[in-house]
Each structure stands twice: as structure tokens, then as C-alpha cells.
């Protein structure tokens, strides 16, 4: 495919990857590092292989600020094994409990599986208001000493996002960072794990990034099955099964770019936020046609949702964005309107373009 035929995609995820390490993987896909073979295909224990894992991990903890406190591990089965996980592992007691904020979709379910590990309090939910705000701390009442507080950073289908974080010490936070990991600084000494999905923002779809605290690497007990257990997974170095090998490649380059290319999550985080800003100035601007979900103090600089009118002006609007170039933009199938995903690699282009295909057919419709 020629460069030009590449649309702008707008796909919550998988999604958009940088071209920059798109062409790498092109150009070493054949023959990797000049070892004779692809990386998909040698071996997850030879040198050429380790090399790679060892700086994936290197440039997760570089990029999040983080030292030897914290283990980072390259697991499978996405966030529905983690929501399992989690409690498994950090409840170490028929007396533990566990608290749950439930703030969209995905946290939701989070905390429905949950509750089949052990005792777990729901603490705050957002259903009333179809999920279109985030509480503050003040918001909450724990239960006394709890094991963990777990909370989703962004919730990808409602577009909302916390926007600085929980300022929460007394109980280690549990964090689904999915949609927004890696695009912008998380405060890592507040938190005892945080994971996310690669397929947002870190690289293709079939890896967990699972960074936890090793202090709570203790609570997991040997009784549980070994995939099951953290602690096991680090006493492997992420081969407690074969690894997806070529997603910790791609995480691995991707972690370069942000790195060298972006000049880190500070700057990253300037970035998405000036990006957002190009489409939620249209939204204020033109409330009778662009209805925003999210309120604004807890919009997603990741997600950008909204509804039309009518059914009818929604079809157009995806149909004729479509043609323009600009892809996958059809809301998630439970809340519909239009959802927009700007992650780390979707360039100011693409926004631009979005932007002013929204002011276009602003003035052709309103």
C-alpha cells in the first residue's frame, strides 16, 4: 500500500501505531538484527530475543520514572484475565476487602468478575449518569483497610478520563490504565499495579503489560495456579508460557519512539492535550449539532465521544467522514454517536483533519 492510500483511523483499538515503527518493522521483518530469520519466528529464550525483552522492560520503567520496586511482566489474556487476577492475588484472606470504582464499561466488568474472588465493595458508580462523570476522593467511603482500591484511569466507550489522578496514600491503588497508558506520567508511588492492554497505546493487540509493586508480589498465594500468579510470572521473566514474541517487539519500539522521538511522557501528554483541545473547542462551539458526553472536567483526552441529533446525521457523518479518509469513528455499540481515539500516534494531522471535517459539516447541516 502506497502512504497515501493510509487513512487517518480513529479505531479505539486495536489502533493507530506509529508509522516510524511501522516502517522499522517492515524493513526488519524478513531479517532481524541480521540473525538469518524474522522475530517472529526464533526462539523466545535465544539472546536476540532476551535482548528485546530486557528493553521493553527498560523502557517501560525509563518512560514511567519507575527503579527496582516495581517488576514489569508481558502477560496474555488481556484485561478480563487481569479483572480475575487481581483480587486473586491480592486478597490473601477470607476477611480481606477490596474496593471498586465502577466508571464505565470496563470497569464494570472489573468488578462483576470480581466479585466471585472475595469480599469487594462497590464504593462509587457512575450508572445514574450513563457514565458521563468521574467521582473525587471526597466522593468515596472506603471500608476499613482495605487491600486495594482498583479504578479504570480512562474508560475508552463513555470517553471519560481522571484527569490528575486519585490522591489517595493510605491504600495502594489498582489502576486499568488500558487507554491511556503511556500517554502521559502516572504516580507510580501511589500505585501497586498498574496494567494496560498494548493495543491503545503501547503496540499491538495480545500482550498485558503488568507493572506491580514487589512488595505485593508476597500476597500471592502458592495454592493458586501457576498462570494465575504474579509471583510466578516474575520468577520466569515473562516465560511462564511462550511470550507474544513479536507484541513485546513492537512495545518495545514503540517505547524507543516515545522516548527519543516524543522526548518522553511529559511532552506526550502535551501533545494528546493539545490535540483533544482541537475537537472539544468544535464541540463547545457547536452544541446543537456535537453533543459532548463526557462533562467537561473529566473529558478524555483519549476518547473523544459525542452524539448528533438523529440517527440519520450520525450515518451521514461517519458515511462522509469515511470518504474523507477518516476511519472507524462509529460510537461503541452500547452508547452509539461518534468516538474519536487520538492516541499517542494519531499525529496532529489527523486531528486537523477531523477538526475541520466537523465545521464543515457543522455548516453544511446546521
Not at 121 to 129: A, C, P, R, T
Request: glycine letters at 8%.
Amino acid at each position: 500500500m502506497a502512504l497515501a492510500e493510509r487513512t487517518y483511523n480513529f479505531s479505539a483499538g486495536p489502533a493507530t501505531i506509529p508509522l516510524k515503527v511501522l516502517e522499522q518493522i517492515q524493513q526488519e521483518l524478513l531479517n532481524f538484527n541480521n540473525c538469518g530469520a524474522s522475530i517472529m519466528e526464533i526462539s523466545h529464550r535465544s539472546a536476540q530475543f532476551i535482548e528485546v525483552l530486557d528493553s521493553a522492560r527498560n523502557g517501560i520503567k525509563q518512560l514511567l520514572g519507575i527503579d527496582d520496586s516495581h517488576e514489569v511482566l508481558f502477560l496474555q489474556g488481556g484485561s478480563r484475565l487481569q479483572f480475575s487476577m487481581i483480587p486473586m492475588n491480592l486478597l490473601r484472606s477470607s476477611d480481606d476487602r477490596a474496593a471498586y470504582i465502577v466508571s464505565g464499561t470496563w470497569s464494570g466488568k472489573a468488578y462483576d468478575e470480581a466479585l466471585g474472588t472475595g469480599n469487594i465493595d462497590l464504593v462509587w458508580n457512575g450508572k445514574e449518569s450513563n457514565y458521563n462523570t468521574l467521582p473525587n476522593e471526597v466522593d468515596l467511603t472506603l471500608p476499613e483497610d482495605p487491600a486495594f482500591l482498583y479504578y479504570a484511569s480512562n474508560e475508552t466507550i463513555h470517553g471519560v478520563q481522571f484527569q490528575s489522578g486519585l490522591q489517595i496514600d493510605s491504600t495502594p491503588l489498582v489502576c486499568d490504565a488500558s487507554s491511556d497508558f503511556l500517554s502521559r506520567p502516572i504516580e507510580m508511588s501511589r500505585h501497586g499495579i498498574v496494567y494496560a492492554c498494548a493495543q491503545k497505546n503501547a503496540g499491538p493487540s495480545g500482550v498485558t503489560i503488568v507493572v506491580i509493586r514487589k512488595d505485593l508480589l508476597q500476597r500471592s498465594q502458592d495454592s493458586l495456579p501457576g498462570y494465575l500468579n504474579y509471583k510466578k510470572h516474575v520468577e520466569q521473566n515473562s516465560m511462564f508460557n511462550t511470550p507474544p514474541t513479536f507484541g513485546i517487539y513492537v512495545i518495545d519500539l514503540i517505547c524507543k519512539w516515545l522516548l527519543h522521538d516524543m522526548g518522553g511522557l511529559e511532552q506526550v501528554a502535551t501533545f494528546n492535550q493539545e490535540k483533544a483541545n482541537l475537537l472539544y473547542d468544535v464541540i463547545n462551539e457547536c452544541q446543537d449539532m456535537f453533543i459532548g458526553h463526557a462533562v467537561k472536567e473529566f473529558r478524555s483526552n483519549m476518547n473523544v465521544t459525542f452524539n448528533l441529533p438523529s440517527d440519520e446525521l450520525t450515518a451521514q457523518f461517519v458515511e462522509q467522514a469515511t470518504a474523507k479518509g477518516l476511519t472507524s469513528l462509529k460510537g461503541h455499540r452500547s452508547v452509539g454517536g461518534i468516538r474519536a481515539s487520538i492516541y499517542n500516534a494519531m499525529p496532529r494531522e489527523g486531528v486537523l483533519a477531523l477538526r475541520d471535517f466537523m465545521k464543515a459539516f457543522y455548516t453544511q447541516n446546521s
